[in-house]
């Protein structure tokens, strides 16, 4: 039985060796056409490579399923070994949260009274889109993933994604099925932040790395570090308040923040949309 079955592997090994080495001939000269054009016109390039992304949007659903499960897999696992102190960590997390649950309901009904006192117009609703990341496209020079949500979904271009932890950064390019999510540590993204309680006003910018950096800053102090970053709406294109991260340390004069979202857990996102009332 070894014996046929090695003879027959044997038969078919050229051929696999041939399907191999005409698959990288044809990409490679694939890749040399589409240069030239989008030298010429980089809206082409843009049209042909969602297109291809749309295209290839059921194979990355298939591709990306065992790949997260094996995350899942992994992550509880780890949970399992790390229990007991897990245990003792959410116990001291949630009487924290009970304090904080209590002013909570304090600073709600005060910043209701003082509203309906101003008249102070409604801030307007925010609805979203669930999408699960089908492929991650980051690379030394871009930080980007792609989901399962496009167009068709009513994802547009420039509106911000998030993750049950925070902010993860915004629509750049939308197809008919999928999207392309760039990154707040990708270094093409630039969102207006207010640094809390110091209610300072700066620009997060992304830099490639795993954490990002704040531009514009008028005070930089030390009593900065673990301060809250979050949205300020400014420009229109974020809600304001989406949390983002923690000033984590100084760097050479530049201002570090540690993003709360773990680029390596992110699964599941929502894309954020006005909501009519």
Known sequence: ?????????KIFLPVRFLTGRFTIIFFILFSLAIIPISRFDQNISTT???????????????ISK??????????EVNTIFNLHSELKRLAKENEQLM????????LTYENNSLRELLNVSKEPLIDGISARVIADSSGLFVRTFII????????DSGQAVVSSRGLVGRISETGLRTARVLQITDMNSRIPVIISPSNQR???????????HLLFLTDKKQDLIDNYVITSGHGGLFPPGIRIGLVSHFDEGSVRVRPF?????????????LKDD
């Open 1 to 9: 039985m070894k014996d046929n079955q090695n003879q027959i592997s």
């Open 48 to 62: 042909v490579r969602v297109f291809i992304i749309d295209a290839f949007s059921p194979i990355f659903n298939v």
């Open 66 to 75: 065992p790949v997260f499960f094996a995350k899942r897999v992994s992550k």
């Open 99 to 106: 304090v904080w649950q209590q002013v909570g309901y304090r």
């Open 148 to 155: 399962n949500a496009g167009s068709l979904n009513g994802v």
């Open 202 to 212: 700066a620009i997060l910018a992304g830099d490639n790395s795993d954490t990002s």
């Open 261 to 273: 979202v773990n680029w390596s857990q992110v699964e599941y996102v929502k894309v954020l949309t």
